[in-house]
C-alpha cells in the first residue's frame, strides 16, 4: 500500500463514506436522547449501509488507507458509545450495561501508553474483538426496533439481549487476548533492553 497525504486520503470515496457516518453520530444520539427511535434506527441503517460501503469500496478502488484503518474503528466505537448512553439515559437498557462495554476500552486504552514506551503502536486487532463488535453493532439496533415495533418486543428483545450477550463475551474475550499479547511485546521488549 501505498502512502498518501492525510489531505489525499481524504478525499477518497471510503474515507469520505466513513466521514459521513461519524458525522451522524451526533445526529444518532439526539435522536435516540428524544426518542425519537424510528429516525434513530434509520440514521443507524444509513450508518450501517456506509459501514459496509467504505470497507468494499477500499478494497474494490484499491483506496485502503492509513487514515481509513482508523476511521473505521473509530466509528464503530463512537456508535457503540452514543447506542448504550442514548439507551441507558433512555431507561431501556440497565445502566450496567454501557460500564461493562466500555470499561473494556478503558483497559485496552491504558495499554497504548505502555506499548508507545516499547516503541509500540496499537496492536493489530483480534478476530474475536471484530465478532463481538459484530455482535454488538447487531443487538443495539435490535433494541431501537424494538421500541419502535413493540407488539414485536416478545421475539425482538430475546434476539436482541442474545446478541448482546454474545457481543459483550466476545469483546472482553478478545480484550484478555490483547492484554496478554501486550504483556508478551512488554515481556519480550525488556529482554532486548
Excluded: C
Amino acid at each position: 500500500m501505498v502512502e498518501m497525504s492525510i489531505a489525499r486520503q481524504l478525499r477518497t470515496i471510503p474515507n469520505l463514506l466513513s466521514l459521513l457516518r461519524l458525522a451522524l453520530v451526533p445526529v444518532f444520539l439526539w435522536l435516540v436522547l428524544s426518542e425519537q427511535e424510528g429516525l434513530a434506527l434509520i440514521t443507524l441503517i444509513v450508518a450501517s449501509a456506509t459501514d459496509y460501503l467504505d470497507g468494499y469500496l477500499a478494497r474494490k478502488l484499491n483506496q485502503t488507507t492509513r487514515l481509513g484503518e482508523l476511521l473505521h474503528p473509530a466509528a464503530d466505537r463512537l456508535y457503540i458509545l452514543a447506542t448504550l448512553i442514548g439507551l441507558a439515559v433512555t431507561g431501556n437498557i440497565p445502566i450496567w450495561l454501557p460500564f461493562v462495554i466500555i470499561g473494556r476500552d478503558v483497559l485496552l486504552a491504558l495499554t497504548v501508553p505502555v506499548l508507545a514506551k516499547y516503541g509500540y503502536g496499537p496492536l493489530p486487532v483480534h478476530f474475536l474483538g471484530k465478532a463481538g463488535t459484530f455482535a454488538l453493532l447487531y443487538a443495539f439496533p435490535l433494541l431501537l426496533l424494538a421500541q419502535v415495533w413493540q407488539s414485536a418486543q416478545f421475539v425482538i428483545l430475546p434476539l436482541s439481549w442474545a446478541f448482546a450477550i454474545w457481543g459483550i463475551g466476545l469483546y472482553w474475550w478478545s480484550g484478555v487476548l490483547y492484554v496478554k499479547q501486550v504483556v508478551s511485546v512488554v515481556f519480550d521488549a525488556r529482554k532486548t533492553y
